[in-house]
């Protein structure tokens, strides 16, 4: 890796890419939220001291973009 803020956001990149690897294809409303959103939640919970150092007052810019990126891909594919 070139630098931290790289191997910080291929690290949460993953976390999210297997989120919404195990998400349904579709999600029908009335069905509730996947469990792969609560695991994903149940993540963050477990690293937040890593998720406020990337996303806090002195966070990475790149790691805040990417995260946000992935963030609203993996929504838009749920949701469709």
């Given at each position: 890796?070139?630098?931290k803020?790289?191997?910080?956001?291929?690290?949460?990149?993953?976390a999210?890419?297997?989120?919404?690897?195990k998400?349904p294809?579709?999600?029908?409303?009335g069905?509730?939220?996947?469990n792969?959103?609560?695991?994903?939640?149940a993540?963050i919970?477990?690293?937040?001291?890593?998720?406020?150092?990337?996303?806090?007052?002195?966070?990475s810019?790149v790691?805040m973009?990417?995260l946000?990126?992935r963030?609203?891909?993996?929504?838009?594919?749920a949701?469709?």
């Open positions: 890796y070139s630098d803020e790289t191997l910080l956001a291929d690290a949460l990149d993953a999210i890419e297997a989120t919404g690897a998400l294809a579709e999600i029908e409303p069905d509730g939220a996947p792969a959103l609560y695991e994903y939640l993540h919970d477990a690293n937040a001291a890593v998720y406020r150092h990337a996303l806090g007052e002195r966070g810019a790691v973009a990417r946000r990126e963030l609203e891909a993996l929504v838009r594919d949701v469709g």
